[in-house]
Nanobody, 116 residues
Framework: QLRLVESGGGLVQAGGSLRLSCQAS????????MGWYRQDPGQQRELVAG???????NYADSVKGRFTISRDSAKNSVYLQMNSLKSEDTAVYYC??????????WGQGTQVTVSS
């Protein structure tokens, strides 16, 4: 597994913004995918946004137009800019990196809480 360090979570009012960061380190061969998932208690983990090594992006319907994913290949980092946050966005957000050699890695998660 790669080491994934997440940051940027916290408490924000509805309508506000947060920017999540995730940096990967370790035995990186080639990163094929980086993404953000979220999970509420008792629910399955769901994809929020992902980006491939070629730059293709995909988003959950619920965040389209509000969230933007980006990556910095030189820093092995991925970011999630979250604007116009809603209470429904409250969840633990997890970074995921799929490396061609190492495989699938997950961060420990960072809490995002949006107050009404």
């Amino acid at each position: 597994q790669l080491r994934l360090v997440e940051s940027g979570g916290g408490l924000v009012q509805a309508g506000g913004s947060l920017r999540l960061s995730c940096q990967a380190s370790g035995s990186i061969f080639r990163i094929n995918f980086m993404g953000w998932y979220r999970q509420d208690p008792g629910q399955q983990r769901e994809l929020v946004a992902g980006i491939t090594s070629g730059g293709s992006e995909n988003y959950a319907d619920s965040v389209k137009g509000r969230f933007t994913i980006s990556r910095d290949s030189a820093k092995n980092s991925v970011y999630l800019q979250m604007n116009s946050l809603k209470s429904e966005d409250t969840a633990v957000y997890y970074c995921r990196v799929i490396d061609r050699g190492t495989g699938d890695s997950w961060g420990q998660g960072t809490q995002v809480t949006v107050s009404s």
